[in-house]
């Protein structure tokens, strides 16, 4: 039962209503430019929130998420060049067709997400601190040259995608307010399971493992394989908000696993606010229109996006959902 | 394949390795002492080169151009040091991953707005234009040969400084317990910033040198920087032998990949391919070195404070 007597619930309830009401809103003010840049920031808000729950609630910071978004969006990528082609992905063992059907290709690309996260962070975990940052950004940066020489699937300039992907016939996803609310219920969604997930034992095994990893050993609780389960459940929700922008762009390629892109996603979720559900949503949403409305002042609106960010790792170092949540955030 | 080839493969790789060593040496650096990790050291390397395609032509010399954008990038790294990562030094690394990351993107426009987005072109002075024959029938470009000169004398040069100076020696005790420094009566706060210049400087060096190889263009700092990356967790955070011992691998390794595994795979698959697949294997084989590495050695090969 929410407890109408917080902060935090408001704050959460507002949002929510913000966020339902905006593409007829933005339709209505025939602004309807900010129901794409709020998809993106959905999209993000998603990717944002599974990095969050190893970076902000696990203590590992994984400068290479951006390559589980890439997996994902070049798992849609691929199987839709190949329904243009008209060609089987795989002829071996099995032949395998490719697909735009959503209910195929939008949980597959969760599951190479998981895949890859979980061969990544069973190397990754072996080490801590710095090496850990280290050695994510490096298996990044492998994916990362990888998808550049995949030239069948256009090498550098990736693959551009002809059609969405289809959830049921009757749901439209090239209208763009259906394509919102999808995503936006995909995010909700997976906001409830993430606020069990945090405070269930295994959630609370997670973050005992960021405090005192020696003391959850002694528990009798391994912490290397929590820790890895749970960089497996970020990179399956990564995996599916890259699923989601290949969809929204109409475009895959491997900017989408470029270490500066795992870098604003960091961001994203400090600027928001690290160890908090609905931190990184407020950090994708402020990280992408501040990029916007820099961008719209100056050509050169990165010379005032790295100093923003100098300043708020400084000064500011609860995120905006510090601000927003009050002070009693971290008793809980 | 070749004996020739791989000679000349050889000192290729032990070119960029050198390079990787002077861009290493300084990371590891401030790494050892300040426990700082600086991903805008990258930046540094790209000022470097800037300034030295700006003074070189200025000043109608090569060296004199660099002699000039040493100095100015030793300023620039002194003053970001002063202005803004003092304060990060006691906050966690994600905090100054941030940070750092901030700075790359301030310096890169900055660049940008400075002098354009277009690539300059720096060219090696002209006693150096030329190839030597190093073993018969083998012509090498004589501006490497100089690379892998002045690397190697300044492995020396780092050498000699922390081991036989009372710089060093301050170095080294600040490495190991900054407060007892302090207490001694060492000005810790001004030591640290002649390391960070120190660093940025030797980072300058590299892109100096690396501008008439490479194209002087924004962004140039960052492909280097995560290579450096490499070179400092496989050779083990903070130690300076473990820098070089990991560049040169880093170097040769690299180099060797991309010259081979091209030819190596078109005994497999048709040449288009072959090629394509080859030289995105060959940039993925450091990060599969360095994944091996790290699972048989989870600190590094030489860790600083084993």
Excluded at chain 2, 57 to 79: E, K, T, W
Excluded at chain 2, 89 to 104: C, S
Aim: aromatic fraction near 10%; charged fraction near 10%.
């Amino acid at each position: 039962m929410p407890d109408f007597n917080k902060r935090e619930t408001w704050a959460v309830l507002i949002g929510l209503a913000f966020l339902l009401a905006l593409p007829p809103l933005a339709d209505a003010m025939g602004k309807g430019f900010y129901v794409t840049l709020f998809t993106r920031i959905l999209i993000f808000g998603l990717a944002a929130v599974s990095l969050d729950l190893i970076l902000g609630y696990g203590g590992m910071v994984s400068f290479g998420h951006a390559a589980f978004v890439g997996v994902g969006a070049y798992t849609v990528g691929i199987l839709s060049w190949h329904v243009f082609d008209a060609s089987p992905v795989v002829t071996w063992p099995a032949v395998i067709e490719g697909t735009e059907n959503a209910f195929v290709v939008w949980p597959l690309a969760a599951l190479m997400g998981g895949l890859f996260a979980l061969v990544i962070g069973a190397v990754s975990l072996r080490t801590s601190g710095i090496s850990f940052i280290m050695i994510t950004l490096a298996f990044a940066q492998m994916l990362f040259y990888l998808a550049i020489g995949l030239r069948k699937y256009g090498g550098e300039d990736g693959i551009a995608l002809y059609t969405k992907s289809e959830l049921v016939p009757a749901v439209d996803l090239f209208d763009r307010t259906t394509f919102y609310y999808v995503c936006l219920a995909i995010l909700a969604a997976f906001l409830v399971l993430c606020r069990r997930l945090v405070g269930s034992r295994f959630g609370m095994a997670v973050r005992g493992a960021k405090v005192n990893e020696r003391r959850m050993k002694a528990l009798g609780f391994p912490p290397y394989r929590y820790k890895l389960t749970a960089f497996v459940i970020s990179g399956a929700a990564a995996g599916l908000s890259g699923a989601l922008l290949a969809n929204a762009a109409e475009f895959v390629g491997p900017a989408y696993m470029s270490w500066q892109r795992s870098g604003e996603l960091i961001v994203m979720v400090v600027l928001g606010g690290m160890g908090s559900l609905f931190g990184p949503v407020l950090g994708a949403a402020a990280f992408l229109l501040l990029e916007e409305w820099l961008a719209d002042l100056t050509e050169h609106w990165q010379i005032f996006l790295g100093p923003i960010l100098l300043f708020v790792v400084v000064f500011a170092r609860r995120g905006i959902w510090g601000v927003i949540a009050g002070p009693d955030r971290e008793e809980r | 394949m070749n004996t020739l080839l791989l000679v000349e493969q050889g000192l290729n790789g032990l070119q960029l390795g050198v390079m990787l060593f002077l861009m290493a040496a300084g990371l590891t650096l401030v790494f050892g002492i300040m426990d700082m990790i600086n991903l805008a050291h990258g930046s540094f390397y790209m000022i470097g080169a800037y300034l030295t395609a700006t003074f070189a032509p200025l000043l109608d010399s090569f060296v004199l151009g660099v002699l000039v954008a040493l100095p100015l990038a030793a300023l620039v790294g002194m003053a970001v040091e002063m202005v803004a990562l003092r304060t990060l030094y006691r906050r966690e690394h994600l905090d100054q991953v941030l940070a750092t990351f901030g700075l790359i993107l301030f310096f890169n426009e900055l660049v940008r707005i400075v002098w354009g987005p277009q690539a300059i072109f720096l060219s090696p002075p002209a006693w150096l234009g030329g190839t030597v024959e190093i073993i018969p029938g083998v012509p090498y470009p004589a501006f490497r040969l100089a690379i892998i000169g002045v690397g190697l004398a300044v492995a020396c040069f780092l050498y000699l400084l922390i081991t036989r100076t009372r710089t060093g020696m301050l170095i080294r005790a600040g490495a190991s317990n900054r407060e007892m420094l302090g207490a001694l009566g060492v000005d810790v706060k001004r030591l640290y910033t002649l390391v960070f210049g120190l660093g940025a400087a030797l980072a300058a060096l590299a892109g100096a040198m690396a501008g008439p190889i490479l194209a002087v263009q924004v962004g140039m700092g960052e492909s280097v920087l995560i290579l450096t990356f490499v070179v400092i967790v496989i050779g083990g955070l903070g130690s300076v032998r473990g820098a070089l011992v990991g560049a040169l691998l880093v170097g040769m390794v690299d180099t060797m990949a991309r010259a081979l595994l091209p030819t190596l795979l078109r005994a497999v698959m048709p040449p288009s391919q072959a090629d394509g697949m080859g030289a995105s294997l060959a940039s993925m084989t450091i990060y599969i070195l360095m994944a091996a590495v790290l699972a048989w050695k989870p600190r590094g090969l030489f860790p600083a404070h084993a």
